[in-house]
């Protein structure tokens, strides 16, 4: 099993899913581009690289978590100290960033090249998943080296599955947030309808987590919504960045969208007010000043 994991990029999500696998005994050498943000991971006994490429050219196993595709693409193999320039051949690269699934085959194009492998690996959870090792983690690339990284996968998640070849692991995630960003349109709604008309909060999110309207939203959500708790678990800035991914990969595709055009523009409301760094639960806010009502029993903190 490979041991030495290189990890480049330590935001929200990157920093917790980094440290889990130092606790799980992997040898871990960190690079972010805020030296900084290495402090933390450092004095628990990772090591820290001077760039991108010397991490890759240290490990085994490379592992991404960025903001876009225009990030990895830079970090990856558009500068001289990319992954690309380090990587040695027959280590794995896996992106765990949300891009674009053309630009994933592209670089996994290139990294081929050079005889390295790639997995792209999107992540579903948000922070309470990357914190805990539960995160639902959706892979593209070859069976073998799939197999080869299972045990890297299961220090940072629950759920693993193998979803195709390059690509379909971005694939999956952007049906993923179709379905989820939609589920938290809907959920916010229905909160703003019945505090509209009076409901209490305490028999909403009781009878919503007991029937058929229950959800990953309802459950991880639906208080923070009620409470006016909007601290980023996943800021709105990144759902409307995937959900603009969609749309592109739709647009490639030639397929018509009805419901994530709908929830991008509410979202595009919220970035307007100045929440664009706040938890995606913001959501409500765009609908609260359509409706004239604050579903929040209490202000935020």
């Known amino acids: 099993m490979d041991k030495k994991i290189g990890f480049i990029g330590l935001g929200i999500m990157g ?11 992997f040898e871990l050498s960190v690079w972010n581009r805020t030296p900084s943000k290495m402090d933390e991971l450092a004095k628990a006994g990772a090591m820290t690289g001077r760039s991108a490429a010397v991490v890759a050219e240290w490990g085994d196993v490379t592992i991404t978590m960025l903001t876009d595709s225009a990030a990895v693409e830079e970090v990856m193999v558009d500068s001289y100290n990319s992954v690309l320039a380090g990587a040695r051949p027959d280590s794995v690269v896996i992106d765990m960033s949300t891009i674009s699934p053309s630009v994933t085959r592209s670089i996994a194009g290139k990294l081929s090249e050079k005889g390295v492998h790639m997995l792209d690996a999107p992540v579903s959870g948000s922070l309470p998943g ?3 090792g539960t995160l639902s983690i959706m892979v593209g690339g070859e069976l073998e080296v799939f197999e080869r990284c299972r045990p890297v996968f299961e220090a940072m ?3 693993i599955t193998h979803c195709g070849g390059n690509g379909m692991g971005q694939v999956t995630k952007l049906a993923n947030q179709i379905i989820g960003l939609g589920n938290l349109a809907a959920m916010c709604e229905g909160i703003v309808f019945a505090a509209k008309a009076g409901g209490d909060p305490d028999a909403l999110l009781k009878a919503f987590g007991a029937g058929a309207a229950n959800s990953w939203m309802v459950e991880n959500l639906g208080r923070k919504v009620f409470d006016g708790d909007f601290a980023p678990g996943f800021m709105v800035d990144l759902a409307q960045k995937d959900l603009r991914l969609v749309q592109e990969a739709a647009a490639e595709m030639d397929m018509p969208l ?13 970035q307007r007010a100045d929440s664009g760094s706040e938890g995606i639960q ?4 765009a609908l609260e000043g359509l409706a004239g009502i604050e579903a929040r ?5």
């Open 282 to 285: 913001a959501y409500v806010k």
């Open 258 to 270: 009805i419901t994530t055009p709908l929830v991008s523009q509410m979202l595009r409301a919220v």
């Open 297 to 301: 029993t209490t202000e935020p903190g």
């Open 130 to 132: 990357a914190t805990s």
């Open 15 to 25: 920093m917790p899913m980094a440290r889990n696998l130092l606790n799980a005994g």
């Open 157 to 159: 998640g629950r759920q």
